[in-house]
């Protein structure tokens, strides 16, 4: 029954993964009508309303997923990373502990802990993720983005301010 779910889910995924989330949206919300215990479409939503930024839609559709599947360690991610870009940082540091609770490695938890760390101003706690983030050899975006904000908190980038054009 789970691979008729993923089946079902994978045209919603192939539209995110092509830049659609509009459509992707429209296909995975029909989706989740017509088989609302479908954990990976509810999962697939809440990407494509996070690539969207619509972060509380995003959460939403995580929230669900993981009420149909508690331990689906990506929409734990998802919604982790949801709760940081709604400022909700503590929730967001929590949900990564929990992952690396099970795994202390986690690629994703780590990097989630680093990021929402690092938008609280808690320097000290965001380079020890980030630095165990690196440590775990990701993939070359992930691993710029930790880099810059490691760049940043030793003070040899300052970031721009919201509104401001860059040099």
């Known amino acids: 029954m789970a691979e008729d779910a993923w089946e079902a889910a ?44 619509d972060y509380a839609r995003a959460m939403q559709a995580y929230v669900g997923a993981l009420t149909l599947a508690p331990t689906h360690l990506g929409a734990m991610i998802g919604a982790g990373h949801a709760l940081r870009m709604l400022g909700r940082y503590d929730e967001s540091i929590r949900m990564g502990q929990q992952i690396l609770a099970r795994d202390k ?32 050899n990701p993939e070359p975006e992930a691993a710029t983005d930790a880099a810059g904000m490691l760049q940043v908190i030793a003070g040899l980038i300052v970031p721009a301010q919201t509104g401001e054009e860059p040099d």
């Not at 045209?11 to 009508?33: F, H, N, P, Y």
């Not at 690092?118 to 993720?129: I, P, Q, S």
């Open 105 to 136: 490695n986690d690629q994703d938890a780590l990097y989630l802990l680093g990021s929402a760390h690092f938008a609280r101003g808690d320097n000290h706690a965001a380079e020890d993720y980030l630095h165990r983030f690196l440590g775990t």
């Open 10 to 53: 994978q045209e919603g995924a192939e539209l995110i993964a092509d830049g659609e989330t509009e459509r992707a949206v429209l296909v995975l919300s029909a989706l989740v009508a017509s088989d609302p215990k479908n954990e990976y479409a509810r999962f697939f939503l809440g990407a494509a309303h996070y690539e969207r930024q």
